[in-house]
């Protein structure tokens, strides 16, 4: 008596709670009435315990859940009325338990079919997910919950054949088995499902393997469907997208990642629509006009299809819109300069399609933009001269494209600009100062920009990688040293007119391009700062004097040297990095021997040092190196016979260029050489004349000299 005394008194505060803060339980869903209060049947509440008891509970089993998880089974007091238990809703009438949400519950356990859960008949909602089921199938005794409105058993490691049973439900509202990768329909099962589950109003099954039901069942789905979410199913064949995309409460349709075929239906979609995602599917055809009609749609992503045709320009109908996503398709004709009531539109890829013409203006005056892509197109002409209101912008994406005229100083001043790639244009003239701080990633290579780089490049503490090779750059790099550049990763300055003495670049740098400038003087021994530095290319440059010895080494993350083309002299560099695969330093003035650190580049694919000086014997433990494919010695000083030191099978095991000629070599080749330069007689049955090995073509200059 005591209990129950005490569970009135429990349940009189909950009350006063449940009636002046109403919580978010709904009266539809907690349907408590005010006249009689009843209690949770014993049998219902002995049936949760032993539900609960046949799981462990274990954080890590929730852990896909978004929201804060929480063991709410341990709550569950025995002393309390069930119908008070986290999770468990009753029916005000009967008392019977009508709710049970144990999403993301840390439930770890299988859910056997002789399960305490299927006693609880009574159940309108039950929310599973987000627990660990450790691959339990789903049992047909789910099908005898007939009263069941909401089924929800997403994220929840289920897996083998859904049972036929499930079309029993005729009464489910709701399916949810989302990510349940193990889960898998067979056609009859859901074919049962459509025919009988007439009241669906969301059907969720991204990830479970739908790859033997035809597409085509779709036809008789409930036509009351506001959620379709099959993404991710493996769906195989001819969409029936006239009746989906007509649903008249459609409002939600997913179907990425599928062998979906057919095309997008002319007109009559519903306007309800407010998300469609088709990513990745096989459509093909055009984008109707009458996709203006959608004035509720914020989400349209259909990139990676095979649509063609022209974007039609009714898209200014839709108000809404906050995403559109259409790249790679085929898309052609010009861009509609139709974006001026877009207002809420924060991201938009064109990308990767065959559109011409202008950038559409009316883009730039849109100032909830964050995301520009019309990358790899055909567009030409110059940018808008003015863009104020696009201050929001954070990625422009226009490379490869025909654009030209010059880079407009608003551009460069757009306050949250991080993400700016214009590479493979024809855009001129001079770089305007840069008048922003957010930069992260700037490409302007492969354009016709001349003129200095401005000096406030290098005052962008965020940047890490600065690509400005192949355009007609001038002058001497003006670098701050200290550097500014905090986080400058990588600097690729290849192919201009630069001039001067190499700038003295930031410690964070990885990866330095400076090949094919006048860059002159020698390099100082500061450049040994670069300690992270990966690959190091100033071939093609008036470089000279003495190297510094930490030259191939940097700290052992020296992965690609390349010197060619300059007039460095002395010797080369004694410490070598053991992590070295490309050591180029043809065309200089060193002189002296091969170091013999290069005995432990065991990784090693290119050494060219041929146009030397050096004057040496041949090293025969250079046969050793097991990467080696590009031996270049020619035009030295070598001098001797060229003989093996083994007798082994495996000398030079993957070498395709061996180049000793101009040297003052005497003697055969050893027949040991002959034997094992396998990689080399496929390169002669190759057509090609020439190899591209280690970021460089090499010509098949075999030119042994056998005497
Ligand atoms: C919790 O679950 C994880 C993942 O399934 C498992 O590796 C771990 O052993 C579990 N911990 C306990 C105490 O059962
Ligand atoms: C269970 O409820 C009883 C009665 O309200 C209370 O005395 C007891 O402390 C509760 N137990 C736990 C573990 O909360
Ligand atoms: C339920 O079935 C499982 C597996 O068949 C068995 O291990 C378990 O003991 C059964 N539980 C009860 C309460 O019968
Ligand atoms: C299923 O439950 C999860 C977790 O509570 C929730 O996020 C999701 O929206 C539910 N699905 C449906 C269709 O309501
Ligand atoms: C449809 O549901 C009813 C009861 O709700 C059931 O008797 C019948 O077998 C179901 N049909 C299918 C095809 O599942
Ligand atoms: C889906 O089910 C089919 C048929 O059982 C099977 O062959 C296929 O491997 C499954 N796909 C995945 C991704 O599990
Ligand atoms: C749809 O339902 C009708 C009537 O029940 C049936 O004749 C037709 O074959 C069904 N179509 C599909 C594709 O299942
Ligand atoms: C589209 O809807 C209109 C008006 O309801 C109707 O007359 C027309 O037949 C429909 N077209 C198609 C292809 O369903
Ligand atoms: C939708 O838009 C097109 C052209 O924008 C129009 O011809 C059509 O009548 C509209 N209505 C429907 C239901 O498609
Ligand atoms: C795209 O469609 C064209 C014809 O419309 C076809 O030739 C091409 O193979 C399709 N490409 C893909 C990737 O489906
Ligand atoms: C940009 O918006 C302003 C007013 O907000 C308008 O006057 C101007 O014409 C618009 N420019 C373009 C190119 O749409
Ligand atoms: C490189 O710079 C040097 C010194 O400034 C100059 O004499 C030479 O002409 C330049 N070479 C080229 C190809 O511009």
Known sequence: MGFLMHAMKFLSLFLIIFFFFKPRLTCSSYPLSSSNVVFCPPDQSLALLRFKNTFSTNHSASSYCDDVSYPKTDYWNESVDCCLWDGVACDGDTGNVIELDLSCSWLQGVIHSNSSLFNLFHLRRLNLAYNDFVQSQVSPDFGRFSSLTHLNLSFSM???????DLSHLSRLVSLDLTANEGLEFDTSVFKGLVKNLTQLTQLCLNSVNMSSVPPNLLMNISSSLTTLKLGFTGMLGNFPAGYVFRLPNLQYLELNANHLTGSLPESNWSTSLKTLQLRDCHFTGSLPMSIGNLTQITFIDIPSNNLSGEIPASISNLVQLEHLTLEDNTFQGQIPDAFDNLSKLNHIDLGRNKLTGKLPSSIFNLTQLLY??????????????Y????????????????LNGVIPPWLLSLPFLEYLFLRNNFLAGNISEIKTSSLLHIDLSNNNLSGPIPSSIFKLEKLTTLLLSSNSLSGVVEMDTPSKLKSLIMLGLEENLLEGRL???????????????????GVSSSICHLEQLRVLDLSHNSLAGKVPRCLGNFSNNLLELNIRMNSFQGTIPEELGTNLRSFKLNGNQFGGSLPRSLLNCSKLEVLDVGNNKLHDIFRNWLETLPELQVLVLQSNSFHGLVTSGSQANNLFPKLKIFDISRNNFSGPLPTGYFKNFKAMMDVNESKSGKLYIGGDFYNDSLELTIK
């Open 158 to 164: 289920l897996s083998g054949k859904l049972p036929f």
């Open 372 to 385: 520009i892509d019309f990358s790899s197109n055909q567009l030409e002409g110059p940018f808008p001269e």
């Open 503 to 521: 700038p003295i670049s930031p410690k964070t740098l990885a990866f330095f391009f400076a090949s094919k400038n006048n860059f002159t003087g």
């Open 387 to 402: 863009a104020t209101q696009l201050s929001k912008l954070s990625r422009l994406h226009l490379s490869d494209n025909m």
